[in-house]
């Protein structure tokens, strides 16, 4: 065990002999706690989201047992608390809407509470960045705990991807091409064990985000949740967050901009969920890291997409596990020279490649070399100009190559509503060349910014065998679904974006390659079209019935600045404070 660098933070309230230390203690001992615990071991917190309603967590009270027995081992003491749990297949409207709040339920727990350090739960799409938000406010030492991912689905005799299978079988409803009664039989089929999206959806990207910033142990993104790996790697996280605490080995060395360089170049390869975008520059802000949208294009630009997984390839998480996992990926990376900064510190106390650099590599079709790749450029796109002054997304690897350059004339719905009410019309005036525009889905619009950017397409449409659009709109899609989807177009129509200003009719240009989103009509006219409504109006109608619909609607920032609310970006640090008696 290192020597401890600085005095515990618990200590604050259970080292003193006086009236304060005598009720922090007491009231704790009512638990069963001897005093020994109270006498100068670091207290652990353990982050919990675990939750019926969050399914994806659902197993996380027996994960947090063996974080504690690591934790007991090592000399420390765990005290497991719960946290706000974003639960993303039931929370409505978005569970994006509730991530700022569920932060900011972290990092009070943490600051207001007798804790030297906190082992993150994560599991569930927004519950990672949410937790790691939330602890960088606070700067303490930090290690994560995936909850890994679902085993594969089954259908039919053959792997199904969650997620991806729905987005597909209902499109194949809509084409005609399947029974309903053949989609509702995949339903019990596809969600088959406790644990994430086994695509290479938002949970798992945000996991091999973690496991490339830092800050979790090597293999933390893809064991499967109930392998019993997964377990021994929480027992061993358990073990390494005491040592942690006595080299006081806090969150702010770990996440610099060189992790998060690592992190953009590891997204590209895996061919990550574009939410990452956001969650990245959230949690970068909370620790003080500058990181834009052109960090994406600087750094993850040029890269191929090496991992053959759904919705961008053919397998799933459990397939990456067994053949290397992340590991294996940045040892790729690496040994190419293709990973920006090889000695960017972790969680054990080694450098990144130090990690990596003996990582096995078991399978050639699910993790492929670099020269023969899924996607020669998997890097998010990041486009710009009248249409998305502050940018917009497009993932290249689960886009169509030949709309990836397109001009086409928009058709355009004002919002969500509109769209569901108009897409299966026979009479929509629509063409294969044409373009879905959609309004009024961003942070705002939609408070939240839901994951309905990935339209489906009119049944008029598919059924001419036409299974690829592009689809523009200041909304997110899920990291499961798949197409050529341009999303989070800033600012967005609800805070007077131009987006607010397109007509159906209107000619679009889109180029990837050179970064343009364009609106081929005049500045004048675009003026003139955002001059003559309020775009801004049904969110503020919204934000005047109060609750924390109105502060989200007042206070978050646009999708290119991470949609965290303005006041929380920041390092707060977490000194002790006053004494409640």
Known sequence: MGQRQRPLRSAEWFGTADKNGFMYRS?????????????????????????????????????????????????????EFPVFSNGESNLRPTAMF???????????????????????????????????????????????????????????????????????????????????????????GMSRSAGTCNTMGTASTMACMAESLGVSLPHNAAIPAVDSRRYVLAHLSGNRIVEMVNEDLRLSKILTKKAFDNAIRTNAAIGGSTNAVIHLKAIAGRIGVDLTLDDWSRVGRGTPT?????????????????????????????????????????????TLWENVQDAPLYNDEVIRPLDNPLTADGGICVV?????????????????????????????FEDFDDYKARINDPDLDVEAN?????????????????EVGNMGLPPKILAQGITDMVRISDARMSGTAYGTVVLHVAPEAAAGGPLAAVRNGDWIELDCESGRLHLDISDEELASRLAESDPTAASTLIASQGGYRQLYIERVLQADEGCDFDF??????????RHSH
């Open 568 to 577: 929380l970006v920041g390092c707060r640090g977490a000194d002790v404070p």
């Open 98 to 188: 509730t991530r700022n709040l569920a932060s900011m339920d972290v990092e009070e727990a943490i600051r207001g509470n007798p804790i030297d350090a906190v082992v993150l739960l994560v599991g569930c799409d927004k519950t990672t960045p949410a937790l790691l938000m939330g602890a960088a406010s606070c700067d303490i030492p930090t290690i994560v705990v995936t909850g890994g991912p679902m085993l594969n689905g089954k259908h039919e005799g053959k792997d199904i991807g969650s997620g991806t299978v729905v987005w597909k079988l209902s499109e194949q409803v809509k084409a005609g091409e399947i029974s309903l009664h053949d989609f509702m039989a995949a339903e019990a």
């Open 27 to 79: 009231w704790m001992k009512n638990q069963g706690i001897p005093d020994h615990e109270f006498q100068g071991k670091p207290i652990i917190g353990i982050c919990n989201t675990w939750s019926e309603l969050t399914p994806c967590n659902a197993h996380f009270r027996k994960l947090a047992e063996h974080v504690k027995k690591g934790i007991l081992e090592a000399g420390g003491y765990p005290v």
């Open 384 to 412: 710009r100009g009248n249409l998305a002054p502050n940018g917009a997304v497009l993932k290249p690897s689960a886009a169509t190559a030949e709309l990836m350059q397109h001009r086409g004339r928009a058709v355009v």
């Open 306 to 350: 090496v991992v053959d997984l759904q919705p961008s390839g053919r397998f799933l998480m459990e397939e990456f596990y067994y053949a290397g996992g992340l590991p294996a990926v940045l040892k790729r990376l690496g040994e190419a020279d293709r990973l920006p900064f090889k000695d960017a510190l972790t969680v054990n106390g080694k």
């Open 434 to 450: 044409d373009i879905l525009v959609m309004k009024h889905c961003g942070p705002r619009g939609y408070h939240g910014m839901a």
